[in-house]
Structures are given as structure tokens and as C-alpha cells.
């Protein structure tokens, strides 16, 4: 059992550039969300799915756009990466609304240059 | 080294000890309030929760106590373990699988 699967791990853009952080998950939960944790923060909130076909922005939705085509899969684009941007991100899916046992990915560490 | 300890509030205890973490929150209408732990280079991994209607709950070494009149939420740890060593927060759910995080607390337990 995989749990959620983020890919890749690692990863070095430079401004301007634009990827796709992906995020996987086989439990097959409803809800799925995406955060940024910076140092010395927690973790804060960028876009959100409540189920395919839904997505809803976060906290800190700016300069980053998802789509849920798929129950199982929750992409996270960068459209054209800013310093800012440096960051761990991490994805998260759970079974309910309020999502209080959610599962998290081990993230992905982000250096824009 | 793991770059989210930064500037976080340090609590240090000897093993064996009981361990007390302390977070307030600001959204009284929120349902749950929750704890993770984030070992170094990992995410987030739930420990427990408790609902707005509660004001205590126990698990597995673990005990939250939730006071919403001054809106703090603490976690306290028995017989703290090395294994505990970690950064812990708290979180208030807030709809729809949103979750807003606290800043983190960093439990260090020396042997």
C-alpha cells in the first residue's frame, strides 16, 4: 500500500521555467490538497479537490494552477516558477471533509534559481 | 539538515519525562483541531484529534486537552521517547479537507 506518492522528490528550475509536481494516491479518497511549508512555518494551504472534476484555491493560490481529472491523481503546476516559489511542497489526501486523518507525501523540495 | 526546524520554538526534555506542547488557535468555528508530527525530511503524519465539542482526549501515550475559551490546544506526551524528537503542530480544520497549521513546535528528547 503506497499511500501518496509524490514525484519528483528533488527538483532545480530556473525563473521562468514551468513543471508539474505530481501526486498520486490509492486509497481511493475523495479529498486531496496541496501545501507549501516554508522555514520556521507550517505548512500553509495552496489549492484543494473535494472530488474529479473540483478544485478550489487555498491560502496562497498565485502562480500555481491543479486539476482533478481523476480520483487517484492530483497534479500541481508551476506556470512559470519565481524565486518565491522555493519551497517543500506537499500533497495530502483524505477520506472526509475537514480532512483531520489526512495523509501526507513526503514532499518535494523545490529550488528556483 | 532539515530546514523547517528554523526559528521554531524549542521544547527539550530528558527521556522519560512527560512533554507538554502548547498552540493557540484563532478560528473559533472551526470543528476538529488536530496534531501532526513531521520527523526530519518526511511529511506531516497524524498523532490525533478532537473535536470542538471535547475537551480532552487520549490515545496511545498521547493526550490533547482543548480549552476553547482562551482557544489553546495543548499535546501532552508521557514517558517521552528519543523516538518522539520531531516537530510537532497543530492544526484547526477548516472545511473541505483544508487544514490551517500552526508554526510548529520542535520536541527534542535527549537520552
Known amino acids: 500500500n503506497a499511500g501518496v506518492t509524490q514525484t519528483p522528490k528533488f527538483q532545480v528550475l530556473k525563473t521562468g521555467q514551468s513543471m508539474t509536481l505530481q501526486c498520486a494516491q490509492d486509497m481511493n479518497h475523495e479529498y486531496m490538497s496541496w501545501y507549501r511549508q516554508d522555514p520556521g512555518m507550517g505548512l500553509r494551504l495552496i489549492h484543494y479537490?473535494?472530488?474529479?472534476?473540483?478544485?478550489d484555491q487555498g491560502e496562497v493560490p498565485n502562480g500555481y494552477n491543479v486539476s482533478r481529472s481523476t480520483t487517484e491523481d492530483f497534479p500541481l503546476r508551476l506556470l512559470s516558477a519565481a524565486p518565491s516559489q522555493t519551497s517543500v511542497y506537499f500533497c495530502a489526501s483524505s477520506t472526509r471533509a475537514g480532512g483531520t486523518e489526512a495523509f501526507f507525501g513526503q514532499g518535494t523540495r523545490l529550488t528556483v534559481v | 539538515g532539515e530546514s523547517v526546524g528554523l526559528h521554531l520554538p524549542t521544547l527539550s526534555v530528558q527521556e522519560g519525562d512527560n512533554s507538554i506542547i502548547n498552540c493557540a488557535y484563532s478560528n473559533s468555528a472551526s470543528d476538529y483541531f488536530i496534531w501532526y508530527k513531521q520527523e526530519s525530511g518526511k511529511g506531516p503524519q497524524f498523532i490525533i484529534d478532537i473535536r470542538s465539542n471535547m475537551d480532552k482526549r487520549q490515545g496511545q501515550r498521547v493526550t490533547v486537552l482543548l480549552n476553547k475559551t482562551v482557544k489553546h490546544l495543548s499535546l501532552q506526551i508521557a514517558a517521552t521517547q528519543p523516538g518522539d524528537s520531531a516537530v510537532y503542530f497543530c492544526a484547526e480544520n477548516s472545511g473541505y479537507s483544508t487544514l490551517t497549521f500552526g508554526k510548529g513546535t520542535m520536541l527534542l528528547v535527549s537520552p
Open positions: 479537490s473535494v472530488g474529479a472534476g473540483i478544485t
